[in-house]
């Protein structure tokens, strides 16, 4: 099965960074609270399908 989600990093306005892939929305999660416990931030997750962004999360530090 091929990976459906990418999860990036907001890098400001307008740029994101892809960080990885992961096979369901669920894991894509699970990812980025492992993501955001060593480089805070607002990350996503662009399903790939719809070609959409589905997630959007910020970490606590990244707010402040």
């Known amino acids: 099965m091929e990976p459906l989600f990418d999860i ?4 400001d306005e307008v ?3 892809w960080v990885a892939v992961a ?5 894509a ?10 480089s805070p ?3 996503v997750v662009f399903d ?3 070609q ?3 997630v959007n ?5 990244a707010r402040a």
Request: positive net charge; aromatic residues 6%; charged residues 20%.
């Open 41 to 43: 931030g607002e990350y």
């Open 57 to 61: 999360l910020h970490s606590r530090a």
């Open 29 to 38: 999660q699970i990812q980025i609270e492992q993501l955001q416990a060593s």
């Open 48 to 50: 790939q399908r719809t």
């Open 15 to 17: 740029n994101f960074r």
């Open 52 to 54: 959409q962004i589905v």
């Open 23 to 27: 096979q369901s929305l669920q894991a």
């Open 8 to 11: 990036l990093k907001k890098v």
